[in-house]
Nanobody, 128 residues
């Protein structure tokens, strides 16, 4: 499994921006489909944004137009740029990767089950 480490989570005011990072050492992330997922208190984990290894991206409706997922293959870093944050974005954000999963080829590209490697998460708190 790929070792993933998230960073960038912190407390921010509503309307603000954050950029989360997910790094991996020893693995070439260009070979992997990757995603960002989040789990808010008392709620189930949900898919936020996913990028297929071919570069195709998918977003949850709740973050479309506000969040951008990107992957720097040369640096082996996955990013999540989050703008116009609101209190509903408060959650622990997790990075995930999988070499075999192809979100572009399935009906539910934001599903978490196919991802085999997970980070420990980074907390984002948005206050109004």
């Amino acid at each position: 499994q790929v070792q993933l480490v998230e960073s960038g989570g912190r407390s921010v005011q509503a309307g603000g921006s954050l950029r989360l990072s997910c790094t991996s050492s020893g693995y070439t992330l260009s070979f992997y489909s990757m995603g960002w997922f989040r789990q808010a208190p008392g709620k189930e984990r949900e898919g936020v944004a996913v990028v297929d290894r071919d570069g195709t991206t998918f977003y949850a409706d709740s973050v479309k137009g506000r969040f951008t997922i990107s992957k720097d293959n040369a640096a082996n870093i996955l990013y999540l740029q989050m703008n116009s944050l609101n209190s509903e974005d408060t959650a622990i954000y997790y990075c995930a990767a999988d070499r075999d999963f192809r979100p572009s080829l399935v009906y539910r590209p934001l599903s978490s089950e196919p991802f085999g490697s997970w980070g420990q998460g980074t907390r984002v708190t948005v206050s109004s």
